[in-house]
């Protein structure tokens, strides 16, 4: 399933959109550009719905898109598309314009500061578990596949025997103990 189709769903589940305020076209249609999540941060992608417009496809424009949006009608008639914003974008609020036949639709998408992480320590701190990496399932496959040596046989050869000693040593102690003192 595409990311879009995957965000789509997703919201659609949720029942409600987080959207910016989307100011609606100047002729007065009904309609209106929403851009979910509202509030992406430089990098992150965002799914953009447009209501109210009677062609099969549009064309968003916004300074805080990678490129240019094309819009195509999805399963209940409103326009979706989905764009990334751009990486080397500051805060702050930008225009999205649709392209809707004679008409056109604006919305906003507000862009949010990039999260700074926390560098790296320049060295380990704590030891480092190693495992057998990709190999160590080969081993195990190999000793498998080759069975019991010669080792296992005799092991299992002596642990028999002494099984076999007990349980005849103890079965004659039985014995004995049946038929009393003579």
Same mark, same amino acid.
């Given at each position: 399933?595409?990311?879009?189709?995957?965000?789509?769903?997703?919201?659609?589940?949720?029942?409600?959109?987080?959207?910016?305020?989307?100011?609606?076209?100047?002729? @007065?249609?009904? @309609?209106?550009?929403?851009?979910?999540?509202?509030?992406?941060?430089?990098? %992150?992608?965002?799914?953009?719905?447009?209501?109210?417009?009677?062609?099969?496809?549009?064309?968003?424009?916004?300074?805080?898109?990678?490129?240019? &949006?094309?819009?195509?009608?999805?399963?209940?008639?409103?326009?979706?598309?989905?764009?990334?914003?751009?990486?080397?974008?500051?805060? %702050?609020?930008?225009?999205?314009? &649709?392209?809707? %036949?004679?008409?056109?639709?604006?919305?906003?998408?507000?862009?949010?500061?990039?999260?700074?992480?926390?560098?790296?320590?320049?060295?380990?701190?704590?030891?480092?578990?190693?495992? %057998?990496?990709?190999?160590?399932?080969?081993?195990?496959?190999?000793?498998?596949?080759?069975?019991?040596?010669?080792?296992?046989? &005799?092991?299992?050869? &002596?642990?028999?025997?002494?099984?076999?000693?007990?349980?005849?040593?103890?079965?004659?102690?039985?014995?004995?103990?049946?038929?009393?003192?003579?």
């Amino acid at each position: 399933m595409g990311s879009l189709r995957v965000t789509l769903c997703a919201i659609a589940a949720l029942g409600t959109v987080a959207v910016t305020p989307a100011a609606y076209a100047a002729d @007065g249609a009904d @309609g209106g550009v929403s851009v979910s999540p509202s509030s992406p941060r430089p990098g %992150g992608d965002v799914a953009l719905l447009v209501s109210g417009c009677r062609e099969k496809t549009a064309l968003a424009v916004s300074a805080a898109f990678a490129a240019d &949006v094309r819009l195509t009608v999805g399963a209940d008639g409103t326009l979706v598309g989905q764009s990334r914003i751009r990486s080397t974008l500051t805060a %702050g609020t930008y225009d999205v314009k &649709v392209a809707c %036949g004679d008409a056109s639709r604006t919305g906003a998408v507000t862009v949010v500061r990039k999260e700074t992480r926390p560098s790296a320590h320049p060295s380990p701190v704590a030891p480092v578990e190693a495992g %057998g990496g990709g190999t160590a399932h080969l081993a195990v496959v190999d000793a498998r596949e080759a069975g019991p040596g010669t080792a296992h046989t &005799v092991t299992g050869l &002596v642990l028999a025997g002494v099984a076999a000693t007990a349980v005849a040593l103890r079965s004659g102690r039985r014995s004995r103990e049946q038929r009393g003192p003579h």
